[in-house]
């Protein structure tokens, strides 16, 4: 089956730490896509890559950071720039104007 | 300026009873319409879209929308909700050529 996996499901980030989330999907689309939710609140958009080897920034993008070398990867880093972590981190990718399918998330923690 | 707005922050229905929830949009013309649900824990699933035609669409669940113009908004119902329905559901909308904006979601509880 296609998809988009999201791993480790659950995540701890130590003081001044660099932490990296990976996305992975077999669906063939284009564009992915990183979004930050905490508790409450909605879906705020971090980056997203409509090609390979090229990204944007997006709502919140200050103190992460990501690659797209790959089709299907989408690796999101949060660096030690990013003071309030703790989130609960979903990928999500799409082609053309088609609606977006989403893994199962990350839950990052502060230890 | 642009926006996507879910009024109820949290609904509680029995189980058996007839649910709508809200979701008005701003934008200067009709964007691609989603209705999405989130168990806890859990990535969101598509319920429903709407990108032209038939205003009212049927979506996974027994779940429908219906988009109206006049109003901006797409207002997701269902005739008799289950405990399992018991998640946050989450409107978004896609300005054509823009990315997906999501509105802040709604809790839905079932009481049995």
């Known amino acids: 089956d296609g998809g988009i996996t999201q791993s480790p499901k659950y995540l701890f980030r130590k003081e001044g730490q660099n932490v990296t989330l990976s996305c992975e999907q077999n669906l063939n689309h284009d564009a992915m896509y990183w979004y930050r939710q905490d508790p409450g609140q909605g879906l705020r958009l971090i980056y997203y890559?409509?090609?390979?080897?090229?990204?944007q920034k997006g709502d919140i993008a200050e103190g992460y950071s990501v690659s797209r070398e790959k089709k299907e990867s989408f690796p999101l880093t949060v660096t030690s720039a990013q003071k309030n972590p703790t989130a609960f981190y979903l990928c999500a990718s799409t082609y053309s104007n088609q609606p977006q399918h989403f893994g199962d998330g990350t839950r990052l923690s502060i230890l | 300026a642009q926006s996507v707005t879910q009024p109820d922050i949290h609904i509680t229905v029995s189980e058996g009873a007839s649910l709508e929830l809200r979701c008005n949009y701003s934008?200067?013309?009709?964007?691609?319409l989603f209705w999405y649900v989130q168990s806890p824990g859990q990535g969101l699933q598509l319920l429903l879209k709407y990108f032209s035609g038939d205003t009212l669409v049927q979506g996974i669940k027994g779940f429908e929308a219906e988009f109206k113009r006049s109003q901006s908004s797409f207002n997701l119902r269902k005739p008799s909700v289950h405990w399992s329905d018991a998640a946050e559901y989450f409107c978004?909308?896609?300005?054509?050529?823009?990315?997906?904006?999501f509105g802040p979601g709604t809790r839905l509880s079932v009481l049995p």
């Open positions: 890559s409509q090609i390979v080897n090229d990204f």
């Open positions: 934008y200067g013309a009709t964007p691609y």
């Open positions: 978004a909308v896609a300005p054509l050529g823009q990315n997906f904006v």
